[in-house]
């Protein structure tokens, strides 16, 4: 028995139940280009793709974003950056991107798109029994995969110059290939589990999907 569930908006908090439709890509600290505008404030707790654009552009600057995490979430090191570049641009130190950040940031991006790339992951299923999942997925480029699960609520959190996801891991070979297969196994009947795929390819990029669930048989 597999659950299909829909995307939910959690502003607050970096971790949701929904369907694997969304991802989050961490790409390694370096030299980038861009090519985004941002059209919204931005805060602690919110998530996007406009998240990423604004970290990636931080991330350029070790002053700035020493730590160089770029998640598309809104977290404490991204407002700290932030914060910097406000104190460099003379704007107040508030960590927020606000009307006054806004135009200042947007007219400094721009240029060619980034160079830096994460395997995407694509087709997504399960097949679940009263005691087992498997989880398999695919990437446009080869890749070794892990699966997060437990039956709370995963976080996802800065840690480091990666995220950190709490659960247990089912790992599969150490293998890069476009295709991944991961048993998941001594589960318990007629449970809940909250999981996520995790892919990270040959260049050290990682993507991984947004948190959601599964119920084993009875």
């Not at 104190?87 to 940031?105: A, E, K, W």
């Amino acid at each position: 028995m597999t659950n299909t569930t829909t995307p939910l908006n959690v502003p607050r908090r970096f971790f949701t139940v929904a369907g694997v439709c969304a991802s989050l890509i961490i790409i390694g600290f370096g030299s980038f280009a861009f090519a985004a505008v941002l059209e919204r404030e931005l805060e602690v707790g919110m998530t996007g793709s406009d998240v990423t654009a604004l970290q990636v552009f931080l991330a350029a600057d070790p002053s700035l974003y020493p730590q160089g995490l770029v998640t598309g979430y809104f977290g404490m090191l991204t407002k700290a950056a932030v914060a910097n570049f406000q104190v460099q641009n003379g704007i107040p130190s508030v960590g927020r991107v606000g009307p006054m950040t806004l135009p200042v940031l947007n007219a400094l991006l721009g240029g060619s798109a980034n160079k830096g790339s994460a395997p995407t992951i694509s087709s997504v299923s399960l097949s679940v029994g009263t005691s087992t999942a498997r989880v398999n997925w695919n990437t446009n480029e080869s890749a070794k995969g892990i699966v997060y699960y437990d039956t709370a609520p995963l976080s996802i959190f800065e840690s480091g110059n990666t995220v950190s996801v709490t659960g247990t891991q089912a790992i599969s070979d150490t293998g890069l290939r476009l295709s991944q297969s991961i048993l998941i196994a001594n589960l318990q009947p007629n449970t809940t589990y909250f999981y996520v795929v995790h892919s990270t390819g040959a260049t050290g990029y990682t993507n991984i999907t947004w948190p959601a669930t599964f119920t084993t048989g009875k």
